[in-house]
C-alpha cells in the first residue's frame, strides 16, 4: 500500500524534477570547492535545498524536511561568512546529498524514507555550533562488488539457419534448442512536454574538479555512492520512464504529419483516376511526383521523430564530477575533472545504458589511470592530474573520449598478468601486438591488481564496459603511452531505432552488416590470396588482412568462391568478409527476433521487396567461429591459387 495515497502524480513530478535539480546542485558543490566565496553560486545551491525542501515538506516527507533544514541552516552560515569551508565540511554536506538521493529511491518505490543517519545529523548540527565535522565517527557501510550487478550474459550455442529461417517464414517452427532471448526491449517512453523556453536544459559549464586533503573520518557519502553502481545510487530504482520534449520539435512532427496526410490525398485522387483507365503521360508523371514527394516527407518525418528521443548528454556527464570528487578524495589524489561537448545529444534509451560503462572508466581513469603525488612529482608531472571526459558526433555517430595523463598502460604488464590469471597462454602473449595487448584488459577476470580494494582489482569493470557497449552497436578503442596517459574512445550510433547496413549476399540469400564497421569494398582476385600460418590472408596497402568467408562463419557450405571483400574493423583488428555479392547501402529498423537468439544475430529486417534480411551481430559471430572456418576458406582459396 502506497504512503502517499493519492499523490502518486505529485510524487512523480516532485521525483523527476528533484532529481535533476539535485545532481546540478552536487556540480555546484564540487564547483564552490573551488570557489568556497562565490556567493552567487552559494546562493544558487541554496535555492536548491529550499526547492527540494519545499516539495518533500507539501508530501509530507519529514526526514528529508529535517535534513534539507540543516543543510540550508549550513549554507546561511557560509554566505554570512559565519563558518569557512573546509574539505571536512564539504564531505559533510555531500553525505547530505547522498542521503537525500537514497531517500528519492524510497520515495520511487512509494515508500516513506528513514530518517537519516544520526553520525550525520550530529555532524552538521556540530559544523552550524562551530565544532569540527570530522569530530563524528562514522563507519562506511559493506561494499557491495560490482561484479555482481552484470556479469556477461552466458552465450548460446550456434544457429541452424536453415532452421532459423524455415521459421521466419513461418514453414516450420524454428529449434529452440540453442535458442533464447537475449535482446531487451527499449521501454516504452511516455513524453513530457516543454515549453520553448523551458526546452533547453540547464547543462553545467566545463566542470573542473580540484580535491584537497585527503578524507576525514566523516564519510557517510563516498562509502554511500562510490562503491556501489550509479544505477542504485545515483538513479532511481526504476528505470526513467518519461522524456522532455520541446515543443518546437513537436510542432515539427505535427506540421510534417499534415503534409503527409496531403500528399497521401493526392495520391488517392491519382490511384482513382488510374484505375478509371486515365493512363496518360501527365497522370504517371504527377504520380512519380506524388511518389517522390512523398518519400522526402517521411525522410523528414523519420529525422524528426529521431530528434524527439535524442537529449543533451549532459544530463549524463553531470554525475560526473561528484563521483570522480568523492573517488579521489579517497584515495588521496589531486585530480582536475574537465568535461566538454555536454550538449551533444544521444538517443535517451542510449543514455541508460551508458551510465554504467562510464562510471567504470571515469573511476578507472582516477584509481588506476592516475599515479600518486609522490610518484607524478618523480616523474616531472604537475600536482594536479587531468581527466577529460568529452562528447562529440560525427558524421552518424557520437563519440565519447575519456582521457588522462598519468601513468599509461604497459603491454607487456598486461601480457604478462593475462598469462599469470591464465585468460591467456604464453604463445597468444607472443603473437600479440601493443595494440591487441590493450585489448586484453577487457577480458573477463583481467585485473593488474594483486590486492582487491573496495574501488577495483575483480577483474569485471572494463569487461562489464565492453559487453554494455557492444549491446548499444558501438565499439570501444584504446590509446595509451607509458608516462603520459591513456585514451578510451568510445563510437556509438546517434539511435539505435535506425541502423545503417551494408546488405550483402551469400548463397543467394541477403545479409546485413553494419555499417560502422565497413572501411571498404574490394574485388577479391585469386592470384592475391596467400596463405599465412594457415589462414588466408590478402595484402591490402601494405597490411596484411586475414580473410573470413561470410558462409563459412555462418556454417554454409559455399556454391561460388567469393567474388568481393568487405574490409571490416573491428574493436580488436581488422579483417576482410570474403562475400558473393553486394545489394547496397541502407537504413534499416531492427526488429528482435521473438522467443529465439541465435547467436551472431543481431536481428532481423524486411527489404524493399518484402524479404526477410538478418542483420549480423559480427562481433558475436567472429567471437563463436570455430578455429577452422578461416582454415576451410584457406584451403578453398589457396588450392585455386596455385
Known amino acids: 500500500m502506497?504512503?502517499?495515497?493519492?499523490?502518486?502524480?505529485?510524487?512523480?513530478?516532485?521525483?523527476?524534477e528533484s532529481s535533476e535539480l539535485l545532481s546540478e546542485v552536487d556540480n555546484k558543490l564540487v564547483e564552490l570547492e573551488k570557489r568556497p566565496n562565490d556567493r552567487a553560486l552559494l546562493n544558487d545551491i541554496f535555492r536548491g535545498f529550499h526547492t527540494i525542501k519545499g516539495g518533500a515538506g507539501f508530501l509530507n516527507v519529514d526526514p528529508m524536511v529535517s535534513l534539507c533544514h540543516r543543510t540550508e541552516n549550513l549554507f546561511d552560515k557560509l554566505r554570512n561568512g559565519e563558518i569557512t569551508l573546509t574539505p571536512e565540511?564539504?564531505?559533510?554536506?555531500?553525505?547530505?546529498?547522498g542521503v537525500v538521493r537514497d531517500m528519492f529511491g524510497a520515495m520511487s518505490q512509494a515508500r516513506q524514507p528513514a530518517p537519516a543517519d544520526q553520525h550525520l545529523l550530529q555532524a552538521l548540527d556540530n559544523v552550524l555550533e562551530g565544532k569540527s565535522a570530522a569530530a563524528v565517527s562514522h563507519e562506511p557501510p559493506p561494499v557491495k562488488p560490482v561484479a555482481e550487478e552484470r556479469a556477461p550474459l552466458p552465450q548460446p550455442g550456434s544457429p541452424d539457419w536453415n532452421q532459423l529461417y524455415d521459421g521466419l517464414l513461418g514453414t516450420t517452427t524454428a529449434s529452440s534448442h540453442n535458442a533464447r532471448e537475449e535482446q531487451r526491449p527499449s521501454p516504452a517512453l511516455s513524453v513530457e512536454i516543454l515549453e520553448p523556453e523551458e526546452a533547453e536544459p540547464q547543462v553545467a559549464a566545463p566542470v573542473r574538479?580540484?580535491?584537497?586533503?585527503?578524507?576525514?573520518?566523516?564519510?557517510?557519502?563516498?562509502?554511500?555512492?562510490?562503491?556501489?553502481?550509479?544505477?542504485?545510487s545515483q538513479q532511481l530504482s526504476a528505470p526513467e520512464t518519461?522524456?522532455?520534449?520541446?515543443?518546437?520539435?513537436?510542432?515539427?512532427?505535427?506540421?510534417?504529419?499534415?503534409?503527409?496526410?496531403?500528399?497521401?490525398n493526392r495520391l488517392t485522387t491519382l490511384r482513382s483516376d488510374i484505375m478509371a483507365g486515365k493512363m496518360d503521360s501527365a497522370t504517371l508523371k504527377s504520380m512519380d511526383e506524388a511518389i517522390g514527394q512523398l518519400d522526402l516527407l517521411v525522410g523528414d518525418l523519420q529525422n524528426a521523430v529521431m530528434k524527439t528521443r535524442?537529449?543533451?548528454?549532459?544530463?549524463?556527464?553531470?554525475?560526473?564530477?561528484?563521483?570522480?570528487?568523492?573517488?579521489?578524495?579517497?584515495?588521496?589524489?589531486?585530480v582536475e575533472l574537465v568535461i566538454t561537448g555536454e550538449e551533444t545529444e544521444l538517443d535517451k534509451t542510449m543514455l541508460e545504458d551508458l551510465n554504467d560503462p562510464l562510471v567504470h572508466l571515469v573511476r578507472?581513469?582516477?584509481?588506476?589511470?592516475?599515479?600518486?603525488?609522490?610518484?607524478?612529482?618523480?616523474?616531472?608531472?604537475?600536482?594536479?592530474?587531468?581527466?577529460?571526459?568529452?562528447?562529440?558526433?560525427?558524421?552518424?555517430?557520437?563519440?565519447?573520449?575519456?582521457?588522462?595523463?598519468?601513468?599509461?598502460?604497459?603491454?607487456?604488464?598486461?601480457?604478462?598478468?593475462a598469462v599469470e590469471k591464465g585468460l591467456i597462454d604464453v604463445e597468444t602473449a607472443n603473437s600479440l601486438d601493443d595494440k591487441q595487448s590493450l585489448?586484453?584488459?577487457?577480458?573477463?577476470?583481467?585485473?593488474?591488481?594483486?590486492?582487491?580494494?573496495?574501488v577495483s582489482g575483480r577483474g569485471v569493470g572494463m569487461d562489464v564496459v565492453k559487453t554494455n557497449i557492444q549491446r548499444l552497436n558501438g565499439r570501444i578503442d584504446i590509446q595509451s603511452i607509458v608516462g603520459e596517459g591513456s585514451r578510451f574512445t568510445i563510437s556509438l550510433p546517434l539511435t539505435l531505432a535506425i541502423l545503417p547496413v551494408l546488405v550483402v549476399k551469400v548463397c543467394d540469400q541477403p545479409f546485413a552488416v553494419p555499417l560502422a564497421m565497413v572501411r571498404e569494398?574490394?574485388?577479391?582476385?585469386?592470384?592475391?590470396?596467400?596463405?599465412?600460418?594457415?589462414?588466408?590472408?590478402?595484402?591490402?596497402?601494405?597490411?596484411?588482412?586475414?580473410?573470413?568467408?561470410?558462409?563459412?562463419?555462418?556454417?554454409?557450405?559455399?556454391?561460388?568462391?567469393?567474388?568481393?571483400?568487405?574490409l571490416m574493423q573491428s574493436a580488436e583488428h581488422s579483417f576482410i568478409l570474403a562475400v558473393d555479392s553486394f545489394i547496397g547501402r541502407d537504413d534499416v529498423v531492427i526488429k528482435p527476433l521473438q522467443n529465439i537468439r541465435p547467436k551472431g544475430i543481431a536481428g532481423a529486417t524486411l527489404s524493399g521487396d518484402g524479404s526477410i534480411v538478418l542483420v549480423l551481430d559480427m562481433e558475436d559471430l567472429l567471437a563463436s567461429a570455430h578455429a577452422d572456418n578461416s582454415a576451410i576458406m584457406t584451403s578453398r582459396l589457396v588450392e585455386q591459387t596455385y
Open 2 to 16: 502506497s504512503d502517499f495515497g493519492g499523490m502518486e502524480d505529485l510524487l512523480q513530478d516532485f521525483l523527476t
Open 89 to 97: 565540511i564539504m564531505d559533510a554536506i555531500l553525505a547530505a546529498t
Open 209 to 232: 574538479q580540484v580535491v584537497a586533503d585527503p578524507m576525514s573520518a566523516l564519510k557517510p557519502a563516498p562509502a554511500a555512492t562510490l562503491n556501489k553502481p550509479a544505477t542504485s
Open 242 to 264: 518519461t522524456i522532455r520534449i520541446d515543443t518546437v520539435r513537436l510542432d515539427q512532427v505535427l506540421n510534417l504529419s499534415g503534409e503527409i496526410g496531403l500528399t497521401k
Open 310 to 334: 535524442m537529449q543533451p548528454i549532459g544530463r549524463l556527464f553531470q554525475k560526473y564530477p561528484r563521483l570522480a570528487r568523492d573517488l579521489a578524495r579517497q584515495l588521496g589524489k589531486d
Open 364 to 417: 578507472n581513469a582516477v584509481d588506476h589511470g592516475i599515479e600518486t603525488a609522490d610518484e607524478r612529482a618523480a616523474s616531472g608531472k604537475s600536482s594536479k592530474a587531468i581527466v577529460e571526459l568529452s562528447a562529440t558526433q560525427v558524421g552518424d555517430h557520437i563519440l565519447i573520449e575519456i582521457t588522462d595523463d598519468g601513468r599509461g598502460m604497459r603491454p607487456d604488464v598486461i601480457r604478462r598478468k
Open 439 to 454: 585489448q586484453l584488459i577487457f577480458l573477463p577476470g583481467f585485473s593488474t591488481k594483486d590486492q582487491i580494494s573496495s
Open 521 to 566: 569494398i574490394i574485388t577479391i582476385r585469386q592470384d592475391q590470396v596467400q596463405e599465412v600460418s594457415g589462414r588466408a590472408t590478402i595484402v591490402v596497402r601494405d597490411e596484411i588482412l586475414s580473410v573470413r568467408s561470410l558462409a563459412h562463419l555462418i556454417g554454409w557450405q559455399e556454391t561460388q568462391l567469393p567474388q568481393f571483400g568487405v
